[in-house]
């Protein structure tokens, strides 16, 4: 290779690896935003499943009370 050819790919090389670089930063940064989210959804759905545990207790109370007015209890 001659030396103007090396040089030029020389430069496509320092070229490239900026802008691995700038990737690598842009994947870490993606990576905290999906950790996260991730969090944030576990969060929400852990909160849902608790309300529908109450809701179901709270039905099953209801469903007790109204057995035992109607003498319907084993």
């Not at 690598?24 to 608790?50: F, I, S, V």
Request: glycine share 2%; aromatic share 2%; hydrophobic share 40%.
């Amino acid at each position: 290779m001659t030396e103007e050819t090396e040089s030029l790919v020389l430069e496509i090389l320092k070229r490239l690896q900026s802008e691995f670089a700038l990737m690598r930063e842009d994947m870490r940064g993606m990576r905290a935003e999906m950790t996260a989210l991730k969090q944030h959804m576990d969060g929400r759905l852990h909160d849902h499943e608790l309300t529908q545990d109450s809701d179901v207790a709270s039905i099953k109370l209801r469903l007790d009370r109204i057995e035992r007015r109607l003498d319907l209890t084993d």
